[in-house]
């Protein structure tokens, strides 16, 4: 059995290791209810594949694996796994129990039906809303089993590891109320100093504990039985002035909550961001809060829409941010523009324009995982963009200013850049040409002694063809990458 996929932290970062290497997460994700059958689900890996992605992001729902108490069945996890293994995908597991959007939609006949043994969440007027009492002990009790006879399954049968992770609920909380005000919510509410801390923010604060201990205690008892890197997700809500339980779920951890919720996480090794922003400063905003201080930081979900920038968020998640992963949803359906097309027609399988665009950055992307890894954090590399109105942008690296210009007539030349040392760089991307220079005052030309195409093979660079010669001619000339690619250059030494 190959080694166990991990998070490993040190120099105040974190990295994902997978098979014993650095791994990078290059997503998609499957829309809600497209795994309850092989039917429905299979012909889709092989168009992640196409596009480029090196992991699935599978929906498990609790409802699939449990369904009659305490009876468990795994047909379809299997079927998850055997997919992804035929296509070269990695899978994180998504676990929809209690709370799928803060609803459990997901979860068995019995305890949606069930309302003395499984309790809904009451409002002020004492009204059942759409979500669970996440004090409720036999609900997570429930819960627990189920999880813990998914990842034992796992451990006791996914010998090859596809399964890297484990998404622990979806966007977890309450909806319809700011917190539960069944008689044991009342009563742990009066017991603590809930008004005193909190102020208006009480309710909000009460229902972030009681959510946060309810994960905590399910992750803690699943990494007894089989350690996976685990995570929760987060419905953000509005960015100013959302109202909990109405706008978001009230207990989810949001950005003025955050601190809150880690207080009681032990087990839960990162809580990921759910970003359907469209602008590049509220993407960068979420990416600050959620992956600051070095906490691992990673894009649980990202919008799919044709406009919504996947192809370019990805450079910024990765080479600004240090993440371990982006993971747009959905591969077959779309959001939040859902009038728009899917990156892939479920029913017929046309690709929309945005999947071919996405398909680029994950190609050059996955062609250099583990340089972008080693350089995560550093000052030895750089994002470059190309936003609105933006033509060229430049870097001041160590001994040798990197100026790149952008080419792309769509206006989404992208990439990173990275240098690997003194007088060698890697360009990673497309649609951009760079120029070395020699810093001021002086801003002569560096003269290039190799540029060359091709990409990564663990640690090992792999030549595939040089830059071709007209690129080259002349001292000071650009190197170009146009095509979604890696290239290597080396310059003269000073």
Same mark, same amino acid.
């Given at each position: 059995?190959?080694?166990?996929?991990?998070?490993?932290?040190?120099?105040?970062?974190?990295?994902?290791?997978?098979?014993?290497?650095?791994?990078?997460?290059?997503?998609?994700?499957?829309?809600?209810?497209?795994?309850?059958?092989?039917?429905?689900?299979?012909?889709?890996?092989?168009?992640?594949?196409?596009?480029?992605?090196?992991?699935?992001?599978?929906?498990?729902?609790?409802?699939?694996?449990? $369904?009659?108490?305490?009876?468990?069945?795994?047909?379809?996890?299997?079927?998850?796994?055997?997919?992804?293994?035929?296509?070269?995908?990695?899978?994180?597991?998504?676990?929809?129990?209690?709370?799928?959007?803060?609803?459990?939609?997901?979860?068995?006949?019995?305890?949606?039906?069930?309302?003395?043994?499984?309790?809904?969440?009451?409002?002020?007027?004492?009204?059942?809303?759409?979500?669970?009492?996440?004090?409720? $002990?036999?609900?997570? !009790?429930?819960?627990?089993?189920?999880?813990?006879?998914?990842?034992?399954?796992?451990?006791?049968?996914? =010998?090859?590891?596809?399964?890297?992770?484990?998404?622990? =609920?979806?966007?977890?909380?309450?909806?319809?109320?700011?917190?539960?005000?069944?008689?044991?919510?009342?009563?742990?509410?009066?017991?603590?100093?809930?008004?005193?801390?909190?102020?208006?923010?009480?309710?909000?604060?009460?229902?972030?504990?009681?959510?946060?201990?309810?994960?905590?205690?399910?992750?803690?008892?699943?990494?007894?039985?089989?350690?996976?890197?685990?995570?929760?997700?987060?419905?953000?809500?509005?960015?100013?002035?959302?109202?909990?339980?109405?706008?978001?779920?009230?207990?989810?951890?949001?950005?003025?909550?955050?601190?809150?919720?880690?207080?009681?996480?032990?087990?839960?090794?990162?809580?990921?961001?759910?970003?359907?922003?469209?602008?590049?400063?509220?993407?960068?905003?979420?990416?600050?809060?959620?992956?600051?201080?070095?906490? $691992?930081?990673?894009?649980?979900? *990202?919008?799919?829409?044709?406009?919504? !920038?996947?192809?370019?968020?990805?450079?910024?998640?990765?080479?600004?941010?240090?993440?371990?992963?982006?993971?747009?949803?959905?591969?077959?359906?779309?959001?939040?523009?859902?009038?728009?097309?899917?990156?892939?027609?479920?029913?017929?399988?046309?690709?929309?324009?945005?999947?071919?665009?996405?398909?680029?950055?994950?190609?050059?992307?996955?062609?250099?995982?583990?340089?972008?890894?080693?350089?995560?954090?550093?000052?030895?590399?750089?994002?470059?963009?190309?936003?609105?109105? =933006?033509?060229?942008?430049?870097?001041?690296?160590?001994?040798?200013?990197?100026?790149?210009?952008?080419?792309?007539?769509?206006?989404?030349?992208?990439?990173?850049?990275?240098?690997?040392?003194?007088?060698?760089?890697?360009?990673?991307?497309?649609?951009?040409?760079?120029?070395?220079?020699?810093?001021?005052?002086?801003?002569?030309?560096?003269?290039?002694?190799?540029?060359?195409?091709?990409?990564?093979?663990?640690?090992?660079?792999?030549?595939?063809?040089?830059?071709?010669?007209? *690129?080259?001619?002349?001292?000071?000339?650009?190197?170009?990458?146009?095509?979604?690619?890696?290239?290597?250059?080396?310059?003269?030494?000073?």
């Amino acid at each position: 059995m190959t080694e166990l996929p991990r998070l490993d932290r040190r120099d105040g970062r974190t990295r994902l290791l997978v098979d014993g290497r650095p791994f990078l997460v290059l997503g998609l994700q499957w829309d809600c209810d497209s795994c309850f059958s092989a039917e429905e689900m299979a012909p889709l890996f092989p168009h992640a594949a196409r596009m480029g992605a090196n992991t699935a992001a599978l929906p498990v729902y609790w409802r699939e694996i449990e $369904p009659t108490p305490g009876c468990f069945a795994f047909g379809m996890v299997d079927e998850r796994l055997r997919q992804a293994r035929a296509h070269g995908l990695r899978v994180v597991l998504l676990w929809f129990a209690t709370w799928k959007n803060a609803c459990p939609f997901y979860a068995p006949t019995d305890v949606r039906d069930d309302p003395e043994a499984y309790p809904r969440a009451l409002d002020r007027r004492g009204a059942p809303t759409v979500s669970l009492c996440p004090s409720a $002990p036999e609900t997570w !009790r429930r819960d627990r089993d189920a999880l813990i006879a998914l990842v034992t399954h796992l451990r006791d049968t996914d =010998e090859a590891r596809t399964a890297i992770m484990v998404q622990v =609920e979806n966007e977890p909380g309450i909806l319809g109320s700011d917190r539960c005000y069944c008689p044991r919510c009342d009563e742990r509410f009066a017991a603590g100093a809930w008004a005193t801390e909190w102020g208006a923010d009480a309710a909000e604060a009460f229902s972030v504990a009681s959510v946060a201990d309810y994960i905590e205690r399910l992750a803690a008892a699943a990494k007894a039985v089989y350690p996976l890197p685990l995570y929760t997700n987060v419905d953000l809500g509005p960015a100013v002035g959302g109202i909990p339980g109405a706008d978001s779920p009230s207990g989810g951890a949001v950005p003025a909550m955050l601190d809150m919720f880690r207080q009681h996480l032990r087990h839960v090794d990162f809580i990921a961001p759910d970003i359907y922003a469209s602008g590049y400063r509220d993407f960068a905003r979420l990416c600050r809060i959620y992956g600051g201080e070095g906490r $691992p930081l990673y894009i649980a979900e *990202h919008s799919s829409s044709p406009t919504g !920038r996947a192809e370019r968020n990805v450079f910024y998640a990765l080479g600004e941010h240090g993440a371990l992963g982006f993971d747009p949803w959905a591969i077959d359906a779309v959001f939040p523009h859902q009038e728009t097309p899917p990156l892939v027609d479920p029913v017929g399988g046309e690709w929309g324009p945005q999947a071919s665009a996405l398909r680029d950055s994950y190609h050059a992307i996955a062609r250099a995982i583990a340089p972008i890894v080693a350089a995560q954090g550093t000052n030895r590399l750089f994002t470059a963009v190309q936003e609105a109105a =933006e033509d060229r942008t430049g870097w001041a690296a160590t001994g040798c200013d990197v100026l790149i210009a952008y080419h792309r007539r769509d206006g989404a030349g992208r990439g990173l850049v990275i240098q690997v040392a003194p007088d060698e760089f890697l360009l990673i991307g497309l649609g951009f040409d760079v120029r070395f220079r020699r810093p001021r005052p002086d801003g002569r030309p560096r003269p290039i002694v190799v540029a060359e195409w091709g990409r990564f093979e663990g640690d090992r660079w792999v030549a595939l063809h040089p830059i071709r010669r007209e *690129h080259l001619e002349s001292v000071g000339a650009p190197v170009k990458l146009l095509e979604p690619g890696v290239a290597r250059v080396v310059l003269a030494a000073t």
